[in-house]
């Protein structure tokens, strides 16, 4: 059973950094994209970032310049540098891993906190 495992949220100060770190406890043998989304109260889980086996990214408008995807050295890692936060970026991140043929998993999901 492959579990995705998020660490590196917490609460910040507006203008401050954090970086958000995501494995895979198992194997996952084809992987298409990994990601991040976010949701924060009352809103839907949006998609922050991704990033394609071959090194694609996409960003949300809102974080483009201020966020960067990457993939870990390890296999089926991947982290969020976010820089330049503030209180619109506050709520649980979510990290996304696409499989090409075991589907997709989610992580339990990460708070983020921005204050103003």
């Known amino acids: 059973q492959v579990q995705l495992v998020e660490s590196g949220g917490g609460l910040v100060q507006a203008g401050g950094s954090l970086r958000l770190s995501c494995a895979a406890s198992?194997?996952?043998?084809?992987?298409?994209?990994m990601g991040w989304y976010r949701q924060a109260p009352g809103k839907q889980r949006e998609l922050v970032a991704s990033?394609?086996?071959?090194?694609?990214?996409n960003y949300a408008d809102s974080v483009k310049g201020r966020f960067t995807i990457s993939a870990g050295n390890a296999k089926n890692t991947v982290y969020l540098q976010m820089n330049s936060l503030n209180p619109e970026d506050t709520a649980v991140y979510y990290c996304?891993?696409?499989?090409?043929?075991?589907?997709?998993?989610w992580g339990q999901g990460t708070q983020v906190t921005v204050s103003s």
């Open positions: 996304n891993i696409n499989s090409h043929y075991e589907g997709t998993y």
């Open positions: 198992g194997s996952i043998y084809v992987v298409n994209a």
């Open positions: 990033i394609t086996s071959v090194g694609r990214t």
